[in-house]
C-alpha cells in the first residue's frame, strides 16, 4: 500500500514538473514576442537599407534632412490602389518638405505586378522593393497600405492605415511643421 502512495506521489510530481516546464516555455516565447512588437510612435524608426524600382539604394538610419513617410503597399491591394493617386498628388505638393518611400512588400508581390501598378497609377516618388520582407517585418506590417511619418530625427510621429486625403494632408503637414 505504501508502495503505491509512493508511486502515485511520483507521477503527481513529475506531472506537476511537466506542466511547469511547459507553462515556463510558454512564458518565455511571450516574453521574446513582447520584443518583437511593432514600432511606436515617440520611438526610433527601425533601421533600413533598400534597393528601388529605379536601381538607387533608398535608407532610413537615424537623422535626416527632411521628415519621410513610409507606405508599405502591394500591388493587389484595393485600398492602396485607392490611396496611389492620393500619395501622388501630395508628393507633387509637398516633396521638396518631406521625402516619400513607397516601399512594395515585393515579398507577398511580383515585381512585375508592382512595376505595372507605379507606371498605371504615374507615381513618382521613390519605390523601394522590401524583396525579402525583413523590413515589413521590423515595421510589423500586417494590413496594406501601412503607412509610418517619421521626423527629422529618425523618430515615429504618426502610424496609420488608410486615412481621407484631408486627413492624409493634415498629418503631413503636422510633421512638416514640426
Not at 510558454?26 to 533601421?47: H, I, N, R, V, W
Not at 513617410?69 to 507633387?92: H, R, T
Not at 511580383?110 to 520582407?133: H, L, N, S, T
Not at 509610418?148 to 484631408?166: E, K, T
Request: charged share 25%; with cysteine.
Amino acid at each position: 500500500m505504501k508502495r503505491n502512495i509512493w508511486v502515485i506521489a511520483t507521477a503527481f510530481v513529475l506531472a506537476g514538473f511537466a506542466v511547469y516546464q511547459h507553462y515556463s516555455e510558454q512564458d518565455e516565447y511571450l516574453t521574446a514576442s513582447a520584443f518583437m512588437a511593432a514600432p511606436k510612435t515617440g520611438y526610433q524608426a527601425p533601421p533600413f537599407e533598400l534597393k528601388g524600382m529605379d536601381g538607387r539604394t533608398y535608407a532610413l538610419n537615424g537623422k535626416r534632412d527632411k521628415p519621410l513617410l513610409v507606405n508599405f503597399w502591394a500591388s493587389w491591394c484595393g485600398p492602396c490602389k485607392s490611396e496611389a493617386p492620393d500619395l501622388q498628388k501630395l508628393y507633387a505638393k509637398y516633396g521638396d518638405r518631406i521625402d516619400f518611400y513607397g516601399v512594395n512588400v515585393t515579398q507577398v508581390d511580383k515585381e512585375k505586378d508592382a512595376r505595372k501598378f507605379v507606371e498605371d497609377y504615374g507615381i513618382q516618388f521613390p519605390v523601394p522593393m522590401d524583396k525579402d520582407g525583413k523590413v515589413s517585418q521590423a515595421y510589423q506590417v500586417q494590413a496594406f497600405p501601412t503607412t509610418y511619418l517619421i521626423d527629422r530625427n529618425g523618430v515615429i510621429r504618426d502610424a496609420f492605415y488608410l486615412l481621407s486625403p484631408s486627413e492624409l494632408e493634415r498629418r503631413i503637414k503636422k510633421i512638416i511643421e514640426s
